[in-house]
């Protein structure tokens, strides 16, 4: 499984925009990038996903460089309920189902 | 839409005892996965279903450790002789299937070994 790296820890103030780096420089071809988050007390939870081209959904967006060699979760508005571990985790959908996650990035949001 | 549930969300157990934990998907999600999850660590895969069959099985998953989905719903977790290094939070997933589907975790099952 390729491996990702992200920081182990950010702060945001809320209603600021926060950016979550990722980098996976020995991603494959076909890896998909995808971000799941768990807050506190509960099970993780699908954020976005991507392959070359960023994405925006209702809760984030999601910035990929052009040599696919990091990537970047953009939460636009940070509120107190953004407060939680964010994963960033490459899939290739030919290799199996499973999820494989590293320690990720605890976001800590200030009001 | 009623999500992935977990039966116990809590076990407190002692040394040697078996214990069983129950997840149901949500309906008609044909995937179902369990993980692993211990203090300041991601979750770690354990096993996955396709309806039921048990398609992968991690190394984590000793001969302690059995996992069934007998009709393609719901499934159980079994551990025999539980020992300490067995706590940790037990999350299951779920998924409808294709290439990259996204899993939805249920809540957990936190397990304490005495």
């Known amino acids: 499984d390729a491996k990702t790296t992200q920081p182990n820890s950010m702060e945001s103030n809320e209603e600021e925009p926060v950016h979550l780096p990722c980098n996976h420089s020995t991603i494959s071809g076909t890896d998909y990038i995808h971000w799941y988050r768990q807050l506190p007390s509960q099970g993780p939870e699908y954020v976005i996903h991507?392959?070359?081209s960023n994405v925006n959904n209702r809760m984030a967006s999601l910035a990929i460089a052009e040599d696919r060699k990091s990537s970047t979760l953009i939460l636009h508005r940070a509120t107190l309920r953004d407060a939680a571990v964010y994963y960033c985790i490459l899939r290739d959908p030919e290799y199996g189902n499973k999820l494989v996650f590293g320690a990720g990035t605890i976001l800590r949001v200030k009001s | 839409d009623t999500g992935v549930s977990q039966d116990p969300r809590h076990k407190i157990t002692k040394r040697g005892q078996n214990v069983t934990f129950r997840c149901d998907p949500i309906s008609e999600h044909n995937r179902l996965y369990w993980y692993r999850q211990t203090l300041g660590q991601g979750p770690e895969f354990l096993t996955y279903f396709q309806n039921e069959a048990q398609l992968e099985k991690s190394r984590l998953l000793s001969d302690r450790f059995s996992a069934e989905r007998p009709k393609g719903s719901f499934s159980t977790l079994e551990i025999q002789r539980t020992e300490q290094g067995d706590s940790a939070m037990y999350l299951c997933?779920?998924?409808?299937?294709?290439?990259?589907?996204?899993?939805?975790f249920g809540p957990g099952t936190r397990l304490t070994v005495l």
């Open positions: 991507g392959l070359t």
């Open positions: 997933a779920s998924s409808p299937g294709g290439r990259g589907d996204t899993q939805y």
